[in-house]
């Protein structure tokens, strides 16, 4: 499909877009004459097409591949366009800044191009592969060529670093080091970051210079692994040589990636037993017991989201009815008993397992959900909507949407500034002046970090949700984001399909849906309706569909569609107050505001200066009104009403009860995802509740 722009921009910005980089390129190996002009010849095994989701055997819902879809107009557009024309290359000055990351030098000096020390962590180049990732993503947007060159540029550098048998890790070819002998190396995590990489960039621009390198590493992980009696944890590897069989058809990646599942907590025990990622033991990496065995998530959440969305892909690919039945009731676990509001679900910095084994940045205990410790790694909120997306389509369970949409506006968005710049490694959903926070929390978010995996991977997932927007039925098309967009794509049965999505979503409930080209014969639009919206109706040219439209399912809109039908759709943007169970002690008697798939909270720059978020009540009978406001923190629609701030009284750490005062205020609640966007502040999705 020819590549679209997002938008128009001057011929300025895109020269900004490249003023710090030069483009100084290395040999990427020999390449073909076709290769060179820019034209693949690239020849897939077992001719699996460019959109390898499509050929996945078992999911009830196929992908469509990123490229089909593009934002348009909206939130996810500009959201795309802030990656666009600040996230990607304020990143990348970062990266291949000498004095702040070093990342690029780290490439030149394992590559013999320069002299030097490796500088930063022993995942750093996984942040620039993930980077890299965004790129490519915007590039098939786009079709800015400025992009492509500075990809070309990277790929150079990257090539020049990797070893005759496929191995690259920048941290271990400078150190030295044995390979694959310490899990905190982060091998197979970086490498599998640089495979995904290169299959998005293959689809993006056709090219096979970043495919090729992939392979090799892929070459490298299955000799290592394959047979060998060796056990190591795959991490993100997995669900990289996924992407990568979807590609090429060769078998070894996929055996290799279901290698890795079936081993997992399969291993020798005495060695898992030893084995230390972070100080933690089997059950903080998930080793203590396989796969399919397991019934509910424990021990470091990054690693067990991208474990887990590793095993979906293998389960897309092979079928196993038994993994697929544990991965639902891990899920479950995390998403019923373990998950914040905004869809986070890494409560604990550092703790312990009930039966005492040390975890790190770990799912809590069923219910253990503090507010402002909560910890909550970027990277592991991401994983959660990663998961959930493999799921829907391993299922066509439209829970899965739900919560994938959540993740995405609140628990995956609040970490990054409004100028796509700044960022939280870790997102609390309280924080009080006098309070400290988590490990690794701040109360403003920061330009760079050493612990940078974070930041890439926001940038990354913001640029590759067009591929998630919509998913193939038997005989349609399943709607499962809400934006402005086009797609333009293939049925399973080959037909062509053109639709156009025009929405305000999220600041406005009504979306349409107009077909721009289909087939003669019937087929279905499935529509997502969200659990939140009750009350929903649909409309096709004007007229009531009379289907059947129940929270959290597809309606099903099945007819011969021709060329100008328009389908309406009207989702009840109602405020709504949300409870936890009771079991959260951390909640209980407390309240929270939504609307539509966003979690709100309240900031102190919304209170009167002399008062605290603690002092902040909410009186249950309060009229509550939505308000867009385009001038403020980007444009939000603000829920306006009054609150009930007690009187301070100074104290020690207990008093007697004394009957409160109450002061009246007008004050405004704000995405959560926008917190923290006008200095230092206080803040909290929870308001103890008053009932009058």
Request: hydrophobic share 35%.
């Amino acid at each position: 499909m020819k590549s679209k722009p997002i938008r128009y921009l001057s011929e300025i910005k895109k020269i900004l877009f490249l003023a710090t980089t030069s483009l100084v390129v290395f040999a990427c190996g020999k390449k073909d004459e076709a290769d060179q002009s820019g034209k693949t010849t690239y020849s897939p095994v077992n001719n699996v097409p460019k959109d390898g989701y499509t050929t996945s055997p078992y999911p009830k819902l196929k992908s469509i591949d990123f490229t089909e879809c593009t934002w348009t107009n909206g939130f996810w557009a500009d959201k795309n366009q802030l990656m666009y024309e600040s996230g990607v290359p304020n990143m990348w000055g970062l990266l291949s800044d000498a004095e702040i990351m070093h990342s690029k030098q780290n490439f030149l000096i394992a590559a013999g191009k320069m002299k030097g020390e490796h500088v930063g962590t022993n995942w750093i180049d996984g942040d620039t592969y993930k980077w890299l990732e965004a790129v490519a993503y915007l590039y098939a947007s786009t079709g800015d060529k400025k992009l492509d060159q500075l990809m070309d540029e990277v790929i150079g550098y990257i090539s020049a670093a990797q070893q005759p048998d496929g191995y690259i890790n920048t941290h271990m070819t400078i150190a030295g080091k044995e390979r694959f002998t310490n899990l905190q190396d982060h091998e197979t995590y970086n490498m599998g970051h640089l495979i995904t990489a290169a299959t998005v960039h293959h689809k993006a621009t056709g090219k096979t210079s970043l495919l090729n390198i992939a392979e090799k590493a892929a070459d490298c992980l299955y000799e290592t692994f394959m047979n060998t009696g060796r056990h190591f944890l795959g991490y993100s590897s997995i669900m990289g040589l996924v992407d990568l069989y979807r590609i090429s058809g060769n078998k070894k990646h996929i055996e290799l990636a279901g290698h890795f599942v079936n081993t997992q907590g399969s291993g020798d025990v005495e060695a898992r037993k030893t084995s230390s990622w972070m100080g933690m033991g089997a059950p903080g990496r998930q080793d203590h017991l396989p796969i399919r065995e397991t019934n509910e998530a424990v021990g470091h959440a990054v690693r067990g989201n991208y474990l887990y969305s590793g095993a979906t892909d293998v389960y897309n690919e092979t079928g196993d009815p038994k993994l697929l039945e544990a991965l639902e009731r891990i899920w479950e676990s995390v998403a019923y008993r373990k998950m914040y509001i905004t869809g986070g679900v890494s409560a604990l910095y550092r703790g312990a397992t009930q039966s005492r084994d040390v975890v790190w940045e770990a799912y809590s205990e069923d219910y253990q959900l503090n507010n402002a410790t909560a910890y909550n790694e970027t990277c592991a909120n991401i994983g959660h909507g990663m998961w959930s997306w493999r799921l829907l389509s391993a299922t066509g369970n439209p829970r899965y949407a739900d919560m994938m949409e959540r993740v995405i506006y609140n628990s995956a968005l609040s970490p990054i500034s409004l100028d796509g710049k700044h960022f939280f490694y870790t997102n609390p959903l309280q924080r009080v002046d006098g309070i400290p926070l988590s490990h690794k929390h701040d109360a403003e978010r920061w330009s760079h970090h050493m612990g940078f995996c974070c930041p890439p991977n926001i940038i990354r997932t913001l640029t590759k949700l067009s591929g998630w927007a919509y998913s193939k039925s038997d005989n349609g098309i399943a709607v499962n984001l809400y934006g402005g967009n086009v797609l333009d794509t293939e049925l399973l049965d080959g037909s062509e399909l053109k639709l156009k999505q025009e929405t305000q979503y999220p600041w406005q409930g009504q979306v349409q849906l107009t077909i721009e080209q289909c087939k003669q014969e019937p087929f279905e639009l499935l529509v997502r309706i969200p659990e939140w919206a009750e009350g929903t109706k649909i409309q096709i040219n004007g007229e009531d569909t009379g289907v059947s439209i129940t929270p959290q399912t597809y309606a099903r809109l099945e007819g011969k569609w021709q060329k100008g039908d328009v389908v309406t759709i009207d989702f009840p943007m109602e405020v709504n107050l949300i409870e936890g169970n009771p079991k959260i002690e951390e909640v209980r008697n407390q309240v929270a505001l939504t609307r539509g798939p966003l979690v709100y909270c309240i900031e102190s720059a919304d209170l009167p200066k002399s008062s605290s978020i603690l002092d902040a009540h909410f009186a249950q009978n309060t009229e509550l009104k939505a308000n867009y406001r385009s001038d403020f923190l980007g444009g939000v629609a603000t829920i306006d009403g009054q609150l009930l701030l007690r009187s301070k009284k100074d104290a020690g750490i207990y008093q007697k009860l004394r009957e409160p005062e109450w002061q009246k205020v007008e004050a405004s609640f704000i995405p959560y995802y926008a917190w923290a966007n006008r200095g230092k502040s206080e803040m909290t999705v929870w308001m103890p509740i008053v009932w009058e």
